[in-house]
């Protein structure tokens, strides 16, 4: 279990994606953009308007999952990205960089192209290029597509 937890809103993640499509402007124009699915899959979306990129080709890694979400195990490339070849000229995009394990495969197969992603925690960065903002390694970052708003009592109702 993670120590904390950060949330990010819809309206933030769009605000991060800009702000690394800003950040990347400099080292474009990219061939083509590999979304790492499927975290990387709404990022990549923003990313390539922003940039104006129209060629996206997606590179599909599964980390079979343990107990619980936050348990992962060795991810594997389901769906290799064909149309990127090297990744010469590619951006690759993802979510976050965690244990740098998904960022290591990705990056051996596509080893020219540039990786960035919103989030980086402390064992990842070394596997990104790019990223926005760091997170402390015992933070579990909860994405909107994977939360929903819910009911809370008011203290005074809530029972000790
Ligand atoms: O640095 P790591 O420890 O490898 O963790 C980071 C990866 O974990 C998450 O993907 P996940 O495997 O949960 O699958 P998903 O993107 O399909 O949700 C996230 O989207 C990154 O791709
Ligand atoms: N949603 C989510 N998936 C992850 N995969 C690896 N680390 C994380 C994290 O902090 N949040
Ligand atoms: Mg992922």
Known sequence: MAANYATVTWDQ????????ASALMPRGPFKGIVAVTRGGLIPA????????????????????????????SEPVIVK???AA???????????LVD????AKIVREAL?????AC??????GRPHTDQYVME?????????????APLFVPPLARQSA
């Open 13 to 20: 993640l769009h605000r991060d994606a800009r702000t690394l």
């Open 45 to 72: 979306a923003i990313i390539a308007r922003e940039l104006d990129c129209r060629l996206i080709e997606s590179i599909s890694v599964v980390s079979y999952a343990g107990e619980s979400a936050e348990e992962q």
């Open 80 to 82: 290799p990205a064909t």
């Open 85 to 95: 070849e090297d990744g010469e000229g590619f951006l690759i995009i993802d979510d």
């Open 99 to 102: 244990s740098g394990e998904t």
């Open 111 to 115: 080893p020219k192209a540039h990786f």
């Open 118 to 123: 919103l989030y980086a925690k402390p064992s």
């Open 135 to 147: 997170v402390s390694q015992d933070t579990w970052v909860l994405f909107p597509w994977d939360t």
